[in-house]
C-alpha cells in the first residue's frame, strides 16, 4: 500500500454521522484494501462529545471543535452530516475553499445552495460527493453521472419518500385515513415528529432539484417547483383510482423534451401495470427514461441510518480514489467539465399536458352529467372513462372521470366551471396520472 494514509474528518454524528463513523471502523480494513491505501476517521466533531462516546471512537478523534477538521491541512475529505442550510454551507465552502474534498447528505443544502457549491468545488479543483442526499443508499447520482452519461434522460419519475409511500401504501392496503396512518408511522418512527417536510412533498421537491441540475446541468429556483403533498388523498380516491386500473402515489416527475423541462412534485395516478405501482412500504424507485438505454428502474432503500451511510461511504471511497490517483475533482458536480449552466427556467406549469383523474361531487339530478361533459367540451376536455357510485335522492354523489390527455390550464378553467354549477356541493378533486 503506498505511504498515504486517507484522512476523513466527519462533522456531526447524528443518526446518518453515527452510521458512518461505525460503518468507516468496522470496515476500516476492506476499505483500505479496496482503496489500496488506509482510510482513517481521523476527526469526527459533534457538540454532544457523548455520542462520539457511545460510538466507542478512538481517543483523540472526538472533538466540539469543527475547526479541528476545517483547519487541519492532514484532513483530505470532509463528510457534512449535520443538515439544513446554515453553518452547513458555510463549513462546506470553508472546507472546499480549503482544498479538500467534501461529501454531503444535505439535500437543502445543494436544492439551495447547488450552483455556490459546485462553482466552489470547481474553482477550487476539488470533488463533492452527495450520493446520499436523493434516496438514501440508492445508487443514483453515481448512475446519472456516470453510467448513463452517453444519455440524454428525457423524463425522471420518482418515488422519493419513504414516509409518503408508506403511508399511501397503507391507506391503499387497509383502506385507512391520512390521520390514522400517519399517527401510526410516527408510532413506528418512519415518521418524523414533524412530518411537515415529507407529507407536503417539499422532502420530494428538493431531491427533484438536485435531479434535475444532473439530468440537464442546469439547476431550477427550489421554489419554482410545483408541489403538492398528499395530505388532501383520502381512501375514497384511492379505492375509484384502483377501480379505473391505477394507484396512486407520490411522484417527482421530470421531464425533457423539445428544450422545455418541466419538473413537478404531486400525488399521481400510476397504471397498475407499472412497475412504480408495485413500489410499496417505506421503498424508493426512479424510473428513468434515456435516448439510447430506454428504460431503468433503480430500487431500494431512501432512508434510514444503514443505508444512507452506505451511500456517503461510498462517496467517501470514490473521492479518496481520485486524491490517490491525483486528481481531486476528477468528476465535475453535475457530471459536466462545462461551466454549470446556471440557472433552469421550468415550463409552466399551466402548460403542462396529462390525463386527469377528477371526482366531483354532485346532486343526483337528470342533467348534470351533461353541465359538467359541457363544461369539459368547451375546453377542449375529452372524457376517457367515467362512472357514478351510489343513488341519493338528496346530498351529492361521487362522478368519477379520467379524461384524456388535457392541457392543465383549460383543466384548471373546466374546473372553475364546474365547482360554480349549483350542482356541485365541493371543490372537485383533481389527480394528474403519469
Ligand atoms: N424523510 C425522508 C423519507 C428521508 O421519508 O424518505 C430523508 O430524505
Known amino acids: 500500500m503506498p505511504d498515504k494514509v486517507v484522512k476523513v474528518g466527519l462533522i456531526g454524528l447524528g443518526t446518518v454521522g453515527g452510521g458512518v463513523a461505525q460503518l468507516l471502523l468496522e470496515k476500516q480494513e476492506v476499505l483500505s484494501q479496496r482503496l489500496g491505501a488506509p482510510l482513517l476517521l481521523a476527526k469526527a466533531v459533534d457538540l454532544d462529545l457523548a455520542r462520539g462516546r457511545a460510538l466507542g471512537l478512538p481517543e483523540g478523534v472526538c472533538t466540539a471543535d469543527v475547526n479541528a477538521v476545517l483547519d487541519d491541512p ?3 475529505i470532509v463528510v457534512e452530516l449535520i443538515g439544513g442550510l446554515e453553518p452547513a454551507r458555510a463549513f462546506v465552502l470553508r472546507a472546499l475553499t480549503a482544498g479538500k474534498q467534501v461529501a454531503t447528505a ?92 415529507d407529507i407536503a412533498g417539499h422532502d420530494t421537491a428538493h431531491k427533484l432539484a438536485i435531479v434535475a441540475a444532473l439530468v440537464t446541468g442546469s439547476q431550477p429556483e427550489l421554489e419554482a417547483i410545483p408541489v403538492e403533498g398528499i395530505t388532501g388523498v383520502t381512501p375514497l380516491d384511492i379505492r375509484f383510482a384502483r377501480e379505473f386500473g391505477y394507484r396512486i402515489k407520490l411522484l417527482a ?16 395516478l400510476v397504471p397498475q401495470d407499472h412497475v412504480l405501482a408495485s413500489v410499496e412500504g417505506s421503498f424508493n424507485a426512479i ?3 434515456g435516448d439510447w438505454v430506454d428504460e431503468v428502474l433503480l430500487y431500494g432503500r431512501g432512508a434510514g441510518r444503514r443505508p444512507t451511510a452506505s451511500a ?28 454549470d449552466g446556471g440557472r433552469l427556467e421550468l415550463a409552466p406549469i399551466n402548460q403542462a399536458i396529462c390525463q386527469y383523474y377528477f371526482r366531483v361531487m354532485a346532486l343526483d339530478q337528470p342533467g348534470v352529467l351533461a353541465a359538467v361533459a359541457r363544461a369539459l367540451g368547451e375546453h377542449n376536455i375529452s372524457i376517457e372513462a367515467v362512472t357514478q357510485k351510489g343513488r ?7 362522478v368519477v372521470m379520467i379524461t384524456h390527455e388535457a392541457r392543465e390550464s383549460d383543466v384548471a378553467a373546466a374546473l372553475a366551471k364546474i365547482n360554480a354549477l349549483p350542482v356541485v356541493a365541493e371543490p372537485t378533486v383533481v389527480i394528474r396520472r403519469i
Open 74 to 76: 492532514a484532513i483530505d
Open 312 to 339: 456517503v461511504v461510498g462517496d467517501v471511497v470514490d473521492l479518496a480514489r481520485d486524491i490517490l490517483a491525483g486528481c481531486p475533482g476528477r468528476v465535475p458536480g453535475l457530471g459536466r467539465a462545462v461551466a
Open 392 to 398: 341519493q335522492s338528496a346530498g351529492p354523489v361521487p
Open 287 to 289: 424510473h428513468i427514461t
Open 253 to 268: 416527475h421530470l421531464r425533457n423534451d423539445n428544450g422545455a423541462v418541466e419538473a413537478r412534485v404531486h400525488p399521481a
Open 106 to 197: 444535505n439535500k437543502a443544502l445543494l436544492a439551495k445552495h447547488g450552483v455556490e457549491i459546485f462553482a466552489a468545488a470547481r474553482e477550487h479543483g476539488v470533488g463533492v460527493g452527495f450520493e446520499a442526499s436523493v434516496a438514501g443508499g440508492i445508487p443514483l447520482i453515481r448512475s446519472l453521472r456516470g453510467g448513463l452519461a452517453a444519455n440524454r434522460i428525457t423524463r425522471v419519475l420518482g418515488i422519493l419518500n419513504g414516509t409518503c409511500n408508506y403511508i399511501l401504501s397503507r391507506m391503499t392496503s387497509e383502506g385507512a385515513e391520512f390521520g390514522e396512518v400517519l399517527r401510526a408511522a410516527q408510532d413506528l418512527g418512519y415518521a418524523e415528529a414533524d412530518p411537515t417536510m
